[in-house]
């Protein structure tokens, strides 16, 4: 419930303020983007509320959205092939709910429950080749 709250309020920013700001933050040296960031001007502050970080080919690295300055909501890692490298979920700065972490392949590597930060519950590890070798209780 909390998370569709947050979702409602950033969409009614975006739908109903002035619109986003991007900027890029820094590059690589071969002069493609290496972090952009957005923000939208609430009260006269520019409030950030997405990042977005590229891998010196130019392939998205890792993003995701801001809210009150914290991460908050899906985050998405990937590998310089555009590959999946992780997927994870923010709520006030804090990891929450599933992960899931690939190998360059796709292969997943490992999954398991986040909460507040921390990992809970039962976790399972992964070959390259997809055979599960580990598992593990938090």
Not at 35 to 63: C, P, R, T, W
Not at 66 to 78: I, M, P, T
Not at 114 to 135: M, S, V
């Amino acid at each position: 419930m909390k998370n569709i709250l947050y979702t409602f309020i950033l969409i009614s920013l975006i739908a109903c303020e002035s619109p986003i700001i991007e900027k890029i933050e820094s590059k690589h040296p071969n002069g493609k983007q290496n972090k952009v960031s957005f923000y939208q001007e609430v009260d006269g502050k520019e409030i950030l509320v997405e990042e977005k970080y590229f891998h010196d080919n130019g392939a998205l690295k890792m993003g995701g959205k801001f809210l009150n300055g914290k991460r908050e909501g899906e985050w998405k890692a990937y590998f310089n092939n555009e590959q999946l490298q992780s997927l994870g979920t923010f709520e006030n700065g804090l990891r929450i709910g599933e992960a899931k972490i690939y190998y360059p392949n796709g292969q997943l590597r490992y999954e398991g429950q986040y909460e507040k930060d921390k990992e809970i519950g039962h976790w399972k590890f992964y070959n390259e080749e997809g055979k599960l070798i580990k598992e593990e209780d938090f």
